[in-house]
């Protein structure tokens, strides 16, 4: 049982190139989501899933496409990269919608971006 | 909108010193209360939480007890390890929403020196 797992763990971009940074969970979660931390500011919530098909936006979506077409999967996409996207970024996932309020959240170890 | 507040860091402590990391928040329904960890170079784990006012969570030494009437959520420990050196998120998720989204503060820095 891997829990949650991201690829890559660092990444160097040039302003306007194109990246999808991985995200996978082996627990069978339903709910799936992205998050940006940045210095002072705690962290953001992207974009998120609530299942296969299902995606929503968060609160900074701009700039950032996602798609979930497994339960296992939820990648992350940067069309055209900028240097205010530069960031560490997480993806989680919890079991059950039912249970929203309480269930953990489990988090990957994080990719580190730099945009140039 | 729902917030979380936190007390800026970063914490410096002696080891075995006492720990309080405040944490307020603001939320128009009755949000369950989350305090999470990031231990250097990783990524966020769930320390304690608790889902109704009065509720007390603990895990590893830490406590902190939901208090509704200060919408507060403060983190405590009686005697902190270098072990305990990381940054503690404060987090809100919405009873009312239908959906898991966290609402985080800032993170707060604690640093435990020998």
């Known amino acids: 049982n891997a829990g949650v797992t991201q690829t890559p763990k660092f990444q160097v971009l040039k302003t306007g190139q194109s990246m999808t940074l991985q995200c996978a969970q082996d627990m069978n979660h339903e709910y799936m989501s992205w998050y940006r931390q940045d210095p002072g500011m705690g962290l953001r919530l992207i974009h998120y899933?609530?299942?296969?098909?299902?995606?929503d936006q968060g609160e900074v979506p701009n700039g950032y496409n996602v798609s979930r077409s497994t339960t296992e999967d939820f990648p992350l996409r940067l069309l055209s990269a900028a240097p205010s996207q530069t960031s560490v970024y997480f993806c989680?996932?919890?079991?059950?919608?039912?249970?929203?309020?309480?269930?953990?959240?489990?988090f990957g170890p994080g990719t580190r971006l730099t945009v140039l | 909108g729902d917030s979380v507040t936190q007390m800026e860091g970063p914490v410096t402590l002696s080891e075995e010193a006492c720990l309080t990391i405040n944490c307020t928040y603001t939320a128009t329904g009755y949000p369950s209360l989350f305090w999470y960890v990031q231990y250097p170079g990783e990524g966020l784990q769930l320390l304690l939480k608790a889902t109704k006012a009065d509720d007390k969570g603990s895990n590893k030494g830490f406590e902190a007890t939901y208090r509704k009437e200060t919408t507060s959520f403060h983190l405590e420990k009686g005697s902190v390890q270098v072990s305990d050196s990381a940054v503690y998120f404060c987090?809100?998720?919405?009873?009312?929403?239908?959906?898991?989204?966290?609402?985080f503060g800032t993170g707060t820095l604690l640093a435990v020196q020998p």
């Open positions: 987090a809100l998720s919405d009873n009312g929403g239908a959906t898991n989204k966290l609402i």
């Open positions: 989680a996932s919890s079991r059950n919608l039912r249970l929203a309020s309480t269930d953990t959240q489990y």
């Open positions: 899933s609530v299942g296969a098909g299902i995606t």
